[in-house]
Nanobody, 121 residues
């Protein structure tokens, strides 16, 4: 299993970024996928999840209306569109594969290496 995130960087408050995660080594469209973040000096925070077919997504309240999770199963790629970014969104963002196939039960499996997002003026 390999998960490779990209798209992070430095952005001003109110700006946008799109994160990507290219997956390999497993059948991508059999697994729900997550974004998880870790702000400096803080613990891990789950951000969003999308089902294996992309039909259903859930997200944490703090990013509601600003971030959108999506996936392109033909490209084995997971995305996180982040708009109206705030300083408190500064974190390392991880792409995380769900542990079991075709279910949201069971929690996290494999993790990517993360991509840094810094929101600052």
């Amino acid at each position: 299993v390999q998960l490779v995130e990209s798209g992070g960087g430095l952005v001003q408050p109110g700006g946008s970024l799109r994160l990507s995660c290219v997956a390999s080594g497993f059948t991508f469209d059999d697994y729900a996928m997550n974004w998880v973040r870790q702000a400096p000096g803080k613990g891990l925070e789950w951000v969003s999840v999308i089902t294996w077919n992309g039909d259903i997504a859930y997200w944490t309240e703090s990013i509601k209306g600003r971030f959108t999770i999506s996936r392109d199963n033909a490209k084995n790629t997971l995305y996180l569109q982040m708009n109206s970014l705030k300083s408190e969104d500064t974190a390392v963002y991880y792409c995380v594969k769900h542990i079991w196939t075709r279910t949201l039960i069971g929690g996290f499996g494999s993790w990517g290496q993360g991509t840094q997002v810094t929101v600052s003026s």
